[in-house]
């Protein structure tokens, strides 16, 4: 009778699986597989450790970017305020300016020193960023592959805003 029950429970529960086997490895594939899944059951995480590692410090890293891009916003205002300023000051961006790009920009500068230091901060902080998420491991794991790239356009763009920032400064009204 024992042997009876087993193999009725065992039927029952392989049909079950069989049945619902889409449904179990759908969810399993939110833990990378069946592996991942017995990896989340008895360790408590479906990821081995080096590339737990490399996903932990992606997410550090992911945090550090989204702060860059309120800093990038504060340098492109105080950028259009040295010129707005410049307009106004002794050196104007306007047909009767003879001198040239360099000594435009030198003037801003002067006039506004916070701002060469705060682009020169935020671009190496920048570069810092980029080498970290470059050194990162991927081990290779596609999702870890995916998220430094990811990154890795997310710091061009930001550079690419910074470069393009910079090039107002030179640019006049007589080009």
């Given at each position: 009778?024992?042997?009876?029950?087993?193999?009725?429970?065992?039927?029952?529960?392989?049909?079950?699986?069989?049945?619902?086997?889409?449904?179990?490895?759908?969810?399993?594939?939110?833990?990378?597989?069946?592996?991942?899944?017995?990896?989340?059951?008895?360790?408590?995480?479906?990821?081995?450790?080096?590339?737990?590692?490399?996903?932990?410090?992606?997410?550090?890293?992911?945090?550090?970017?989204?702060?860059?891009?309120?800093?990038?916003?504060?340098?492109?205002?105080?950028?259009?305020?040295?010129?707005?300023?410049?307009?106004?000051?002794?050196?104007?961006?306007?047909?009767?300016?003879?001198?040239?790009?360099?000594?435009?920009?030198?003037?801003?500068?002067?006039?506004?020193?916070?701002?060469?230091?705060?682009?020169?901060?935020?671009?190496?902080r920048l570069d810092r960023l980029a080498a970290r998420i470059d050194s990162?491991?991927?081990?290779?794991?596609?999702?870890?592959?995916?998220?430094?790239?990811?990154?890795?356009?997310?710091?061009?763009?930001?550079?690419?805003?910074?470069?393009?920032?910079?090039?107002?400064?030179?640019?006049?009204?007589?080009?």
């Open positions: 009778m024992k042997s009876t029950t087993a193999i009725a429970t065992a039927v029952i529960v392989t049909g079950t699986l069989i049945y619902k086997r889409n449904a179990i490895f759908s969810y399993c594939n939110g833990y990378r597989g069946i592996q991942g899944f017995f990896r989340y059951i008895w360790i408590g995480d479906y990821l081995p450790p080096p590339i737990r590692k490399s996903v932990d410090e992606l997410d550090e890293l992911d945090e550090l970017v989204n702060k860059c891009e309120p800093q990038l916003d504060h340098i492109e205002t105080l950028v259009q305020r040295a010129l707005l300023d410049s307009v106004d000051g002794p050196i104007s961006i306007s047909n009767e300016f003879v001198g040239s790009r360099e000594e435009l920009q030198k003037q801003i500068f002067q006039q506004n020193p916070e701002l060469r230091k705060d682009i020169g901060m935020f671009s190496s990162v491991m991927s081990h290779s794991d596609e999702e870890v592959k995916r998220r430094k790239k990811q990154l890795s356009s997310k710091i061009v763009l930001l550079m690419t805003e910074l470069d393009k920032i910079i090039t107002t400064l030179c640019l006049t009204e007589n080009d």
